[in-house]
């Protein structure tokens, strides 16, 4: 009888020390924290720019097109108009340039090697980079469109002819060519002029 009741003492508080360790394993554990993992900056809406890395430019350069304020990783739709340089056409005004010089704007439709129309796509900043390599002369005017935002902007560009080297002609050979014959000429007169005269010595010296 007494062995038991020991037995059955021993049973009880083997349970009751079990309960807490139980408990306690039953209790969610914490999970481990996010923070420090790297996570890009939350999207910023801002005015949509478009701008290029030079204003000016002769043929066969290439620009850096940039856009920002357009949605995130959007499709945007970039078309290029080209206007000559040319001299002012009939009853049309000049436009007026930045530094305040003017050039006259007379549409004309081009051939051109570089697309007129091409597409461009966005980070999660709504921010694009496109190079752009203009195959004809004039100032050309790029307009962006977001597909899905519908934002635009627009950034104009003016192509240049390229440097040529100044052709030699016959005309710019000619004048060294009769310059250097005027030269010798004149070294022969001189040759001739100077023997006279040490031979009008000599003969001078010979009288006395």
């Known amino acids: 009888m007494r062995l038991s009741r020991i037995i059955m003492a021993l049973t009880v508080g083997l349970a009751v020390v079990a309960v807490p360790t139980a408990a306690?394993?039953?209790?969610?554990?914490?999970?481990?924290?996010?923070?420090?993992?790297?996570?890009?900056?939350?999207?910023?809406?801002?005015?949509?720019?478009?701008?290029?890395?030079?204003p000016t430019i002769f043929l066969g350069e290439t620009v850096v097109l940039t856009g920002v304020g357009f949605g995130p990783?959007?499709?945007v739709d970039i078309s290029v108009t080209v206007t000559p340089l040319a001299a002012p056409a009939g009853g049309q005004a000049p436009?007026?340039?930045?530094?305040?010089?003017?050039?006259?704007?007379?549409?004309?439709?081009?051939?051109?090697?570089?697309?007129?129309?091409?597409?461009?796509?966005?980070?999660?900043?709504?921010?694009?980079?496109?190079?752009y390599k203009p195959s004809v002369t004039g100032l050309l005017t790029f307009t962006a469109v977001g597909r899905e935002s519908g934002r635009t902007a627009t950034t104009e560009l003016r192509v240049l002819p390229k440097k040529q080297p100044l052709p030699?002609?016959?005309?710019?050979?000619?004048?060294?060519?009769?310059?250097?014959?005027g030269l010798v000429?004149?070294?022969?007169?001189?040759?001739l002029l100077t023997m006279a005269w040490r031979r009008r010595q000599r003969l001078g010296g010979a009288a006395h």
């Open 24 to 54: 306690g394993a039953a209790q969610p554990q914490p999970t481990p924290s996010t923070s420090g993992s790297a996570q890009p900056p939350p999207y910023t809406p801002q005015n949509p720019a478009l701008t290029v890395n030079r």
């Open 73 to 75: 990783n959007e499709t």
């Open 95 to 131: 436009a007026r340039r930045s530094d305040g010089t003017t050039v006259a704007m007379a549409p004309v439709a081009y051939q051109a090697g570089a697309p007129l129309n091409f597409t461009a796509y966005t980070n999660a900043q709504g921010r694009f980079v496109k190079n």
């Open 168 to 181: 030699v002609t016959g005309d710019s050979l000619g004048t060294p060519m009769k310059l250097g014959g």
């Open 185 to 191: 000429g004149a070294g022969a007169i001189m040759l």
